[in-house]
């Protein structure tokens, strides 16, 4: 069993930043995938970004890539979602995601078996 805590969330102005950080419990967090998802008013979750169990294989959602960047603290239990040149259209519930007993990234958010309860993060014009 894991348990996922974010937090960072906040209101930010349009070309600000933000990072997400996504405490896990578990002693075997290094095995886990994470990923993270964000889910708008009125829209369907959508995957972000997710990083494999060692950190040397990410993969971004189109709308993020170059401005997004995850990573992972494995000692610390911890991944990260740092956030720049933010846009209204990035506001969003975000959640972090983990699945256990493989070496891939995933984009699926039915493939993920533990999730947070999500940060909300306001991203004004």
């Known amino acids: 069993q894991v348990q996922l805590v974010e937090s960072g969330g906040g209101l930010v102005q349009a070309g600000g930043s933000l990072r997400l950080s996504c405490a896990a419990s578990?002693?075997?967090?290094?095995?886990?995938?994470m990923g993270w998802f964000r889910q708008a008013p009125g829209k369907e979750r959508e995957f972000v970004a997710t990083?494999?169990?060692?950190?040397?294989?990410?993969y971004y959602a189109g709308s993020v890539k170059g401005r997004f960047t995850i990573s992972r603290d494995n000692a610390k239990n911890a991944v990260y979602l740092q956030m720049n040149s933010l846009k209204p259209d990035d506001t969003a519930v975000y959640y972090c995601?983990?699945?256990?007993?493989?070496?891939?990234?995933?984009?699926?958010?039915?493939?993920?078996?533990?999730w947070g309860q999500g940060t909300q993060v306001t991203v004004s014009s």
């Open positions: 995601a983990a699945r256990g007993d493989t070496y891939y990234i995933i984009t699926t958010s039915s493939s993920y078996d533990y």
């Open positions: 578990g002693r075997t967090f290094s095995r886990y995938t």
């Open positions: 990083i494999n169990w060692s950190g040397s294989n990410t």
